[in-house]
């Protein structure tokens, strides 16, 4: 069952989309990740008023057990950590000279960072296996329900970057780059520093930057 993030159920796509994927998703043979009740996790855990920065990808991650309903993100005992999440901590290492001790960014959104897929769900082991569905429609309006202030968007990969014409005009920071996977992060990602632009924008802003590193 897809339940609507309270926070955000006033978004026509779920009264509007969202019944037609959850019927497909419901007649899907193969297993959909991340189950059913993780599926809107990142909105839940950030309503748009306590928004400061958004981190933007691509789908959730097909290998079981590995999504749990935040971008990038896997439960803390997953050992070793999917190539794309390396690959931010490896950045996140020679940006700010730190990482966090496991790969569960949930304190991310605890501060703010709302960490979506343009898609959000996936078949296991069918990378973008979802993108047919209508997950696209939901980005745009999470976008234009965030415009009313000043935010942080970081957009990693190229599904990410299609929606930085919608940020421009609102004074916010807008990043983009291409995605940290190991087909892609050495022609852009690396070498990007989205950490440490993000908090000296924040800090400008006259807001507490983000804790990247320590639960």
Not at 13 to 19: K, N, Q, W
Not at 185 to 209: I, Y
Request: proline share 11%; charged share 20%.
């Amino acid at each position: 069952m897809l339940t609507p993030p309270g926070a955000w159920r006033h978004l026509s796509f779920f009264s509007e989309t969202l019944p037609g994927i959850a019927s497909v998703v419901a007649k899907e043979e193969r297993c959909v990740l991340p189950p059913a009740p993780q599926v809107f996790a990142a909105l839940e855990a950030c309503a748009p008023e306590d928004v400061r920065v958004v981190i933007l990808g691509q789908d959730p991650y097909p290998t079981p057990g590995h999504a749990h309903g935040f971008a990038f993100s896997v439960e803390p005992g997953v050992q070793p950590l999917p190539r794309s999440l390396g690959n931010i901590f490896r950045e996140l290492q020679e940006d700010i000279g730190d990482v966090p001790p496991n790969g569960d960014l949930r304190f991310w959104a605890d501060q703010g960072v709302l960490l979506l897929n343009d898609v959000l769900t996936v078949p296991a082991g069918a990378a973008r296996g979802h993108r047919r569905l209508g997950w696209q429609k939901l980005v745009p309006q999470v976008l234009e329900a965030l415009s009313g202030r000043p935010r942080a968007f970081v957009l990693w990969g190229n599904d990410a970057r299609a929606h930085a014409p919608r940020l421009v005009g609102h004074g916010h920071l807008v990043l983009e780059s291409a995605h940290p996977s190991p087909l892609s992060a050495r022609r852009g990602f690396f070498g990007s520093r989205p950490f440490s632009r993000v908090n000296a924008w924040l800090k400008e802003q006259g807001h507490a930057p983000i804790n990247w590193t320590t639960p």
